[in-house]
């Protein structure tokens, strides 16, 4: 079963318009982390974020805004006011306390900010 | 700070030759990842190590694939004999021992078997 679910394959955007970008975990462990990466064109994987189980809050850096849901099992990543640059595909990855280093990443998310 | 470093960055060669793509991990870290992208199945990991010892390596394909650390500063991945189903985007990340530390990846190589 897949362990980290990103459904929406591709988004195109206007600029300026704000998008979130869904991703849903699943897991036994009540410890557990979950990242978000960018890659950009160029093709590099870019580390954004990391949230821990035991943390709930939001959080925001600039345009970034990370919303973390226990009960829904989400780790959903908002862009708001959207730029060219943001164009980039977005994975969500899972790591279990239980399984240390091994990082579960979904399928990634294509997003095109259209200028 | 020096990040990951990959080498080549491109390799396109012929079926058949051996192929030895190279890694540099951020200084400090020890634990070292090999991942295989590709459209159809995606990000995969290939094989990880911990303090150079190869701790789990299920998602090499087949025997033609090996990963050798020798040493904390330098990791190697080789494909003997190369295929054309091989050509992929080959990435290698590293992070810090602690559990569930951040990977940090390399630029990638772009390998084209042909």
């Known amino acids: 079963a897949q362990k980290v679910t990103q459904a929406q394959t591709e988004i195109s955007v206007v600029e300026k318009e704000d998008v979130t970008l869904d991703c849903v975990y699943e897991?036994?462990?009540?410890?557990?982390?979950l990242f978000w990466y960018k890659q950009p064109p160029s093709g590099e994987l870019v580390f954004l974020i990391r949230r821990n189980s035991f943390d709930e809050q939001n959080e925001i850096s600039g345009r970034y805004s990370w919303n973390f849901q226990k009960s829904t099992s989400s780790f959903n990543f908002t862009i708001t006011a959207s730029q060219v640059v943001d164009s980039a595909v977005y994975f969500c990855a899972l790591s279990e306390a239980d399984t240390g280093n091994q990082f579960y990443f979904g399928t990634g998310t294509s997003l095109t900010v259209i200028p | 700070d020096a990040g990951v470093i990959q080498s080549p960055r491109h390799e396109v060669t012929e079926m058949g030759q051996e192929v030895t793509l190279r890694c540099k991990p951020i200084?400090?870290?020890?634990?070292l990842f090999w991942y295989r992208q590709t459209m159809m199945r995606g990000l995969e990991l290939l094989i990880y190590?911990?303090?150079?010892?190869?701790?789990?390596d299920s998602g090499m394909p087949e025997d033609r694939f090996s990963a050798k650390m020798p040493n904390a500063s330098f990791s190697t991945l080789k494909i003997q004999p190369s295929e054309p189903r091989d050509s992929a985007v080959y990435f290698c990340?590293?992070?810090?021992?602690?559990?569930?530390?951040?990977?940090?990846f390399g630029d990638g190589t772009r390998l084209s078997i042909l």
């Open positions: 200084s400090g870290h020890n634990s």
């Open positions: 990340a590293s992070s810090f021992d602690g559990r569930n530390q951040p990977q940090h």
């Open positions: 897991t036994r462990d009540t410890t557990y982390y």
């Open positions: 190590f911990n303090n150079n010892v190869p701790i789990d």
